[in-house]
């Protein structure tokens, strides 16, 4: 009883106000932890999910081809190449445009390409040596450029298109993958087009970051040299890369003419559909008729008296800070863009690209020192703008293309309308050549360089005309007709690929 007596009684007291305070407090910056945490962990969740769906040798090829070969070597190329001309071969802005449209060439027969990985297999592959030889061409082309001295302006231009062909053939080996993942699962055709696009501009960060250093330092000529390190990784994805080898060599090699003519007619088959022209015809209009002033605010760019004088390093970080805009305007178009209708977004997407394209009107007649504003900061502002509008302008038109290949050419097919696009940018180097060559803008003489830049931004916003060459349909719908589709699939010979099945295909291998 006495210990029952003596016992204490507990009493619990309410907790005080400060403590309930503190435990918000607490808990709000835990969630603030994890959402940083998630926000963080995002883009490999995705590309966790990406590798689940898709085989991951695929999107390890998407990486190396878009991110290094295509992202790195274009944008480091860019710039060693601009010097190149200009302090080593000394050649006019206007001609320059013709060599670099030369370099399109490549790109121009990509349905060559693509049809040879269709329907020529090499030891009973059709993947893997195309990446060899990809690589191969790159290899020894930048070696040659870097290392035989000053070249004779012919064999310089051949080394550079040796590049660009290097670069165009492992294109059109990883676009073929990806448009046929686009058709066998469309849902993932806007996340591809964002890792290509995403890959692609982190790929011209680092390109563009060293370029200056290396121009500064190796000179325009030993920093081409540097190309030469992609292309030695196309070949070993050439032997990493997972693809199955056909069992029967012998019969495939018979069947070689026949894959060739049931891709030719299925190529002139399918460009006769107007669902597929029309769309073909507004992309290449709205590349050619842009015509590139490139080389002619290079020179301006980087001219003592002119111009601002930029130094080699700046040249890059302006660039390279470009780059880190297109990545903004993947990630843009990736989480409020992907699911807009075709037509209304590439209008929007044209009219901001014409509109932006005044802020470099400015920038040339100096009307920024007007209003206060250093050279420095406007143009780094000016590129950063006119590459998102750029890339969110560029992927629908990817997505585009995919939705227009059958299934069966889908390499050969997305590789002629990637050729249709070269012939675009084609058109506008040489167009842009052209005008500057008329209106008279030299190595030294830049006072017509504003007209060129205003018809320039004029035939832009022309182009708002054709938009109704687009179709007016989401980017995941199936834009060509379903029994050219079936009929394609169903005719098709075998093509043994890389291992770009659906979800249920694999599941069902597995069991």
Not at 21 to 39: E, I
Not at 51 to 58: E, I, M, P, V
Not at 105 to 116: D, E, N, R, Y
Not at 218 to 245: K, M
């Amino acid at each position: 009883m006495e210990s029952l007596e003596n016992q204490e009684l507990i009493v619990e007291k309410p907790p005080s106000i400060s403590s309930l305070k503190q435990n918000d407090h607490d808990l709000q910056v835990t969630a603030k932890r994890t959402k940083l945490l998630s926000v963080f962990l995002e883009p490999f969740q995705w590309l966790q999910m990406l590798s689940s769906q898709l085989n991951s040798t695929f999107i390890f090829g998407i990486v190396l081809v878009y991110g290094l070969s295509q992202g790195f070597s274009g944008s480091f190329s860019k710039v060693v190449t601009d010097y190149y001309w200009k302090d080593v071969q000394k050649v006019q802005p206007s001609v320059v445009q013709i060599y670099i449209g030369l370099c399109y060439l490549p790109s121009v027969m990509k349905p060559i390409w693509g049809l040879f990985t269709d329907a020529f297999p090499i030891k009973g592959y059709h993947r893997r040596p195309y990446f060899v030889i990809a690589g191969v061409a790159g290899c020894v082309s930048a070696l040659m450029f870097s290392l035989l001295g000053k070249l004779p302006i012919a064999i310089a231009l051949a080394c550079s298109v040796g590049i660009s062909a290097g670069i165009a053939i492992a294109d059109v080996v990883i676009d073929a993958c990806i448009a046929r993942n686009s058709i066998e699962i469309r849902a993932l055709a806007p996340d591809m087009q964002s890792l290509c696009g995403f890959c692609s501009a982190a790929g011209s960060l680092i390109g563009y970051a060293v370029s200056g250093f290396s121009v500064n330092h190796l000179g325009p000529q030993g920093a081409l040299g540097v190309l030469a390190i992609p292309p030695v990784l196309l070949i070993v994805l050439g032997f990493v890369i997972y693809e199955t080898r056909s069992a029967n060599i012998r019969s495939e090699k018979k069947k070689v003419m026949e894959n060739v003519e049931f891709t030719t007619k299925g190529m002139y088959k399918s460009m006769k559909c107007p669902q597929v022209w029309k769309p073909s015809l507004y992309m290449y209009l709205s590349l050619a008729v842009s015509i590139s002033t490139h080389e002619g605010q290079f020179y301006w760019y980087t001219d003592p008296k002119a111009g601002p004088a930029f130094s080699q390093a700046f040249v890059g970080l302006i660039y390279a800070l470009g780059s880190v805009a297109s990545m903004i305007g993947v990630l843009i178009y990736h989480k409020t863009l992907k699911d807009y209708p075709l037509r209304n977004l590439l209008f929007s997407a044209q009219l901001l690209y014409g509109i932006s394209g005044m802020l470099d009107l400015i920038f040339i007649l100096r009307w920024n020192l007007a209003l206060g504003i250093p050279d420095s900061f406007f143009v780094i502002t000016e590129q950063c703008v006119s590459h998102i509008i750029s890339k969110i302008r560029w992927i629908p038109m990817i997505v585009l293309s995919t939705r227009l290949c059958p299934i069966g050419i889908e390499g050969t097919f997305f590789a002629l309308l990637m050729c249709i696009d070269s012939i675009g940018s084609l058109t506008s180097k040489w167009g842009g050549g052209i005008v500057l060559h008329l209106l008279h803008v030299t190595r030294t003489d830049f006072t017509n360089l504003w007209l060129v830049i205003l018809i320039r931004n004029i035939l832009r916003l022309a182009t708002l005309g054709l938009i109704f060459l687009v179709p007016k349909a989401d980017q995941s719908d199936e834009l060509i007709p379903v029994d050219l589709l079936r009929k394609n699939s169903d005719t098709s010979t075998d093509d043994e690929g890389l291992q770009l099945v659906t979800i249920t295909e694999k599941n069902q291998e597995v069991a």
